[in-house]
């Protein structure tokens, strides 16, 4: 394929699906077709996300192809609705009903296999348990009789065939007897009713289950208003739909309200909640010119907001979306589950197949291998195995999530789970990330220091850097007017060139002064004594003269962030500082932080080189940067860690993103990512050894066809239920 052509990516929301192989049926069908450069389908979320080249197929050709393989398919729709997050994840009336009618019919069955038991035999007409299993084989079985029509209609096989086959087996061998009056020797009707109910009871408590798993979306969700109060241009208000909303339209939150839009506060002050976006449970204070984010709580204020994003398309938005994203993605340990999904309906049927011949033939005792063979075809679960991985994601990515941590896919958790090096960047990461002059020193002796820090400012009003606007302010603070900016030209990971007043100059770090051969001994002299503390020294010289003198920049060290490198040293991972700045500030930093592998006075554009080189030493490396200056060095990591805000920069790079720059942040993403990665496992250990032990234990005998069906329906609730058991592991509580 033309790496040129675009890729469009469809959703779709797809229903029918009931175990591994009905995902992985779909998945197969949908990358078959020419066009579909990749498509992936989830079974926990029944979502399904294709791309496709250009405009080679249409989504209506796309749900085609679903209905095609015995499925259905609608176009997912990002538009929540109050009454969507109500029946979401509920379970249906039919399925209530269903089972309702199981429970009724299947008890007394039930009570009679449990009085011989234990010795004290009831006896129901053959006639009247013919009466009672009949609706339930084919009124709450009915949904079986379908999946399975679908399936093998489609070439396939899945849950509802091993179900189908197992039941009815069971049930028709039973009912030949009552009509040949040979019932007095055994009937089955009670297994296959008995199955048929578990199944059923068992599939409703894994909806609650994945329901319960999806409580985050559904949270975050609901933080976006329907309506918003805009100012109209006469000065009155007037609610209008969330969508009619567009940038620059000003926005009227009143006290209590939710804000609608991201936006920057024209007028009023408040504090706000930001708590489901950010995880910071403290509200912050919020006036003129700060940012908003749509779906954070106003506090007491009555706050005016110019919106600069549309209604509905803010960081929120976006926040959901990664989040979905991470929920329907496949973990690497995926690939497994579905090349055994791929054979398990055809392999258990044969299995099934050699069980009842191996009893008829090795015993003579051709009823002994019916029996068998139907436990065979109950007991086996791909369920389990479908439901093992993604249900673990979606708690783990949700209960990230409500913390503050972004998870890109479920390629960053196994990414996560496996590092031992973590790269930090300096500024804004391990430090506030907002620079102060703390000193001036003139070493030019035409200057004093204001004429020092104006020119430097002068030279700064070109600049976007945060050392830049550290200068303008300190002039500022100083009422220190700069120079006239005549010409200016950046110099990336050095610093600047440019004409101030008349007056041709150089700004910027070391490296630049050495590459210009403009050092002294009395400049370097003075440099490392600035340097020592830890503050970063900017030089400032003539452009074809000497030294002028030096700028001091002090950006103190996050609260915590001591504390983060030392646990993270504790977890057995080895913290690296990876800086532009001169070694001695860097090294200063370090020694406080508790970081002994500084790596300082490296370029932007090295960054991902340095990276590179410690992984072809054979470490697992996360960096950890802001997304944007940081963006290469994060792609070129094993796992890229964001501290940001949520902008779509740091969320489209990195493998996780911290919506706070709280350094103590990263240890909880890392703990939570390695706690979710580890019960993927445990998930996938427990639903492959439940196969492999009641596989065997049905076909030499030991369950029952009604044991059988309650084992199935246990495994599968049961992944679901270890998965939710995260929220209140160890790790969700840190």
């Given at each position: 394929m033309d790496t040129t052509t675009p890729v469009r990516t469809y959703e779709l929301d797809i229903t029918g699906m009931t175990c591994a192989a009905c995902s992985a049926r779909v998945e197969k069908v949908l990358n078959k077709r020419p066009g579909v450069t990749r498509a992936q389908v989830?079974?926990?979320?029944?979502?399904?996300?294709?791309?496709?080249?250009g405009d080679t197929l249409t989504l209506d050709d796309l749900i085609a192809m679903v209905r095609k393989a015995g499925y259905d398919a609608t176009e997912h729709s990002d538009d929540w609705s109050a009454a969507d997050l109500d029946t979401d994840w509920r379970g249906d009336r039919r399925g209530l009903i269903d089972l309702g009618v199981g429970v009724v019919c299947t008890l007394p069955l039930l009570v009679e296999m449990v009085s011989m038991w234990v010795g004290a035999p009831l006896h129901l007409s053959p006639w009247l348990a013919l009466a009672l299993a009949t609706p339930v084989q084919f009124v709450s079985g009915a949904?079986?009789?379908?999946?399975?029509?679908?399936?093998?209609?489609?070439?396939?096989?899945?849950m509802d065939v091993l179900v189908v086959l197992g039941t009815s087996a069971a049930y028709l061998f039973s009912l030949w007897r009552v009509l040949n009056g040979t019932a007095d020797q055994g009937l089955y009707f009670e297994g296959a009713a008995v199955v048929i109910t578990l199944v059923l009871l068992g599939k409703l408590l894994e909806a609650r289950a994945k329901g319960s798993a999806a409580a985050a979306i559904r949270s975050l969700?609901?933080?976006?208003?329907?309506?918003?109060?805009?100012?109209?241009?006469?000065?009155?208000?007037?609610?209008?739909?969330?969508?009619?909303?567009?940038?620059g339209t000003v926005v009227l939150i009143r006290p209590g309200e939710r804000v609608p839009v991201d936006g920057t506060i024209l007028s009023g002050e408040s504090q706000l909640d930001e708590s489901l976006l950010t995880g910071e449970s403290l509200p912050v204070a919020r006036g003129p010119g700060d940012t908003v984010i749509g779906g954070a709580v106003n506090g007491e204020g009555l706050l005016r907001v110019t919106a600069t994003s549309e209604g509905g398309q803010g960081v929120l938005t976006r926040i959901i979306r990664l989040v979905e994203d991470a929920q329907a993605s496949k973990a690497?340990?995926?690939?497994?589950?579905?090349?055994?999904?791929?054979?398990?309906?055809?392999?258990?049927i044969t299995i099934a197949a050699v069980t009842f011949a191996a009893w008829w033939g090795l015993t003579g005792n051709a009823e002994a291998g019916f029996v068998a063979a139907v436990s065979v075809l109950v007991v086996a679960c791909p369920c389990a195995l479908g439901l093992a991985t993604p249900t673990a994601i979606m708690v783990g990515t949700g209960l990230a999530a409500r913390r503050g941590v972004l998870i890109k896919d479920a390629a960053a958790l196994e990414g996560a789970h496996k590092v031992d090096t973590i790269v930090f960047d300096k500024t804004g990461t391990l430090t506030e990330g907002r620079p102060a002059v703390d000193a001036v020193a003139v070493l030019a002796s035409d200057l004093d220091e204001n004429a020092l820090l104006a020119l430097a400012a002068g030279a700064q009003q070109g600049s976007e850097h945060v050392l830049g606007r550290a200068m303008m302010a300190a002039a500022e603070a100083r009422d220190?007017?700069?120079?006239?900016?005549?010409?200016?030209?950046?110099?990336?990971?050095?610093g600047l060139s440019a004409t101030v007043g008349g007056r041709a100059l150089l700004v910027g770090s070391r490296r630049l002064m050495e590459e210009r051969g403009r050092i002294n001994e009395a400049s370097a002299a003075r440099a490392r004594d600035l340097e020592t503390a830890g503050r970063t020294v900017v030089w400032v010289a003539d452009a074809e003269?000497?030294?002028?003198?030096?700028?001091?920049l002090a950006d103190p060290v996050k609260a915590g962030a001591a504390e983060a490198v030392a646990a993270l040293k504790a977890r057995g991972l080895t913290p690296v500082l990876l800086t532009g700045d001169s070694r001695a500030a860097a090294e200063a930093v370090a020694g406080r932080l508790g970081i002994d592998d500084v790596r300082a006075e490296v370029l932007p554009a090295d960054k991902a080189e340095a990276v590179t080189a410690l992984r072809a030493e054979g470490r697992s490396v996360a960096m950890v940067g802001d997304g944007i200056n940081d963006a290469p060095a994060l792609a070129a990591a094993d796992i890229g860690i964001a501290m940001g805000s949520g902008t779509d920069v740091a969320m489209q790079t990195?493998?996780?993103?911290?919506?706070?720059?709280?350094?103590?942040?990263?240890?909880?993403a890392l703990t939570l990512s390695r706690a979710t990665y580890d019960r993927i496992r445990l998930n996938l250990v427990w639903a492959f050894a439940y196969n492999l032990a009641a596989v065997p234990a049905a076909a030499l005998g030991y369950l029952s066809p009604a044991l059988a069906g309650a084992a199935m329906a246990f495994s599968s609730v049961s992944v679901v239920s270890s998965s939710l058991l995260l929220r209140v592991s160890r790790a969700a509580r840190s």
């Open positions: 989830n079974l926990a979320t029944e979502k399904a996300r294709v791309d496709v080249a949904r079986f009789y379908t999946g399975a029509w679908k399936s093998v209609k489609a070439g396939a096989g899945n969700m609901t933080l976006r208003p329907d309506v918003a109060r805009i100012e109209r241009s006469d000065g009155a208000s007037v609610e209008v739909p969330l969508k009619q909303v567009t940038v690497p340990v995926q690939r497994l589950v579905d090349r055994v999904a791929a054979v398990f309906v055809p392999g258990i220190l007017d700069p120079s006239p900016l005549e010409d200016f030209q950046a110099l990336p990971g050095r003269g000497p030294v002028l003198g030096l700028l001091a990195a493998g996780l993103t911290l919506m706070r720059g709280d350094p103590a942040l990263l240890v909880r």
